[in-house]
């Protein structure tokens, strides 16, 4: 199995950009289909994007899409995601994760999850 650590998360303004990161350890990462989610609090946790084993696969969710950009590489362990031009309903705990098979907008669905990492968009 894979653990997950994030890392990046902050305070900033809206407009600003922050790059998040994700280290996966214990297991071969490129086995393993990434996503990102978010939970603010008081609502569930949503998809932000996910990303397949080979990098070659993407997908937003349409509130961010043309704002983040996931990316990975599986030499370091690493899946990032940057977030540009954010917005105050971008604050969130973010979180990573990962499966096997395709990546999924189904949080239900993931197996291994980092802890989170505190994003806060001031506006």
């Known amino acids: 199995q894979v653990q997950l650590v994030e890392s990046g998360g902050g305070l900033v303004q809206a407009g600003d950009s922050l790059r998040l990161s994700c280290v996966g350890s214990?297991?071969?990462?490129?086995?393993?289909?990434m996503a990102w989610f978010r939970q603010a609090l008081g609502k569930e946790r949503e998809f932000v994007g996910g990303?397949?084993?080979?990098?070659?696969?993407?997908s937003y969710r349409d509130s961010v899409t043309g704002r983040f950009t996931i990316s990975r590489d599986n030499a370091k362990s690493t899946v990032n995601l940057q977030m540009n031009s954010l917005k105050p309903e971008d604050t969130a705990v973010y979180f990573c994760?990962?499966?096997?098979?395709?990546?999924?907008?189904?949080?239900?669905?993931?197996?291994?999850w980092g802890q989170g990492t505190q994003v806060t968009v001031s506006s």
């Open positions: 994760a990962a499966r096997s098979d395709a990546y999924s907008a189904d949080p239900r669905s993931y197996p291994y």
């Open positions: 214990g297991s071969t990462f490129s086995n393993y289909n």
């Open positions: 990303i397949s084993w080979t990098g070659l696969d993407k």
